[in-house]
Structures are given as C-alpha cells and as structure tokens.
C-alpha cells in the first residue's frame, strides 16, 4: 500500500491550495479515504473523509464550506480542494486509507503553511 500527497506549499491568509493523493497497491474504490492533518506541536485531525463512490463527504465543523474533498477512482487519486486558507489552516496534510478515527494507513504528507 502507498499513499504519496502533493500539492502542498506556503499560501497567504485567504489563498488557495489543491492537494492530491496518489493511491497504489490496494483496490482504491472499495476504500472510504481521508484527510488528516498535524499542526506544529498537537497530535492529529480528522479533516475530512469521502465514500467509495464519492457520494457522502464530512468534514470538521472548522473547514465546513472552505475545502472540498474528491476523488477520481479510475486515476486512484484523492484530492483536497482548501479555499480561503488561515492561518490555523498551517500543518502537515496526510492522505489516509479509511474512514474518520483511521490513521494507521497514510502517506508522508504535504506540508500547508499559511501566512498572516
């Protein structure tokens, strides 16, 4: 199994970033998929977590109407669309195999730094 985020980089207070994850060695599509992340110092977030079929997507009540959260099966990719970026945004982003509370299954992760 391999999970590789990019997308990641240093943005200004209300920019944009578009994050993806690049999924191998495992059925993509039969997998609930999540982003989580880790801010400097504190333990790890859920953000938010996408259905097989892209159907049903959450997310914590901090990004609600900001990111977006997708995914293209046929390319076994995830993305996270973060709009209006703050500073709170800053950390490290991990692409993670699973619903929300899964954390085992992840990638190196894309750092976000966001600027005041």
């Known amino acids: 199994v391999q999970l590789v985020e990019s997308g990641g980089g240093l943005v200004q207070s209300g920019g944009s970033l578009r994050l993806s994850c690049v999924a191998s060695?495992?059925?993509?599509?039969?997998?609930?998929m999540s982003w989580v992340r880790q801010a400097p110092g504190k333990g790890l977030e859920w953000v938010s977590h996408?259905?097989?079929?892209?159907?049903?997507?959450e997310y914590v009540d901090s990004v609600k109407g900001r990111f977006t959260i997708s995914r293209d099966n046929a390319k076994n990719t995830l993305y996270l669309q973060m709009n209006s970026l703050e500073p709170e945004d800053t950390a490290r982003y991990y692409c993670?195999?699973?619903?929300?509370?899964?954390?085992?299954?992840r990638g190196q992760g894309t750092q976000v730094t966001v600027s005041s």
């Open positions: 996408i259905s097989m079929q892209g159907g049903i997507t």
């Open positions: 060695g495992f059925k993509f599509d039969l997998y609930y």
């Open positions: 993670v195999r699973g619903p929300r509370g899964a954390t085992t299954t």
